[in-house]
């Protein structure tokens, strides 16, 4: 069955960095798009970034171009979100997900604060 198991998350400074991964198990990794998401306590979930199944293009949500870079390493089965200069308002649940079907991970808390 379709896998998603997110880490790196924790609490960083603001201006700090993480990098989330995302290890996926359960089918052909390097057919399907990958997305991130985020959820903030009290407001829905949001789209973060997108890349595609080779990995040559990506997607960003305004709020985060030029600070957060999503990649994969298809040989691993991973997807990755780099997170740099880091606000407070990046704290949320961050969730991967495969472009095509309805699976998600369980999440990764990431909190920006002082």
């Known amino acids: 069955q379709v896998q998603l198991v997110e880490s790196g998350g924790g609490l960083v400074q603001p201006g700090g960095s993480l990098r989330l991964s995302c290890a996926a198990s359960?089918?052909?990794?390097?057919?399907?798009?990958m997305r991130w998401y985020r959820q903030a306590p009290g407001k829905e979930r949001e789209l973060v970034a997108t890349?595609?199944?080779?990995?040559?293009?990506?997607n960003y949500v305004r709020t985060v171009m030029g600070r957060f870079t999503i990649s994969r390493d298809n040989a691993k089965n991973t997807v990755y979100l780099q997170m740099n200069s880091l606000k407070p308002e990046d704290t949320a649940v961050y969730y991967c997900?495969?472009?095509?079907?309805?699976?998600w991970g369980q999440g990764t808390q990431v909190t920006v604060s002082s």
């Open positions: 997900k495969r472009v095509i079907g309805d699976f």
């Open positions: 359960g089918f052909t990794f390097s057919n399907y798009g």
């Open positions: 890349i595609t199944s080779s990995g040559r293009d990506t």
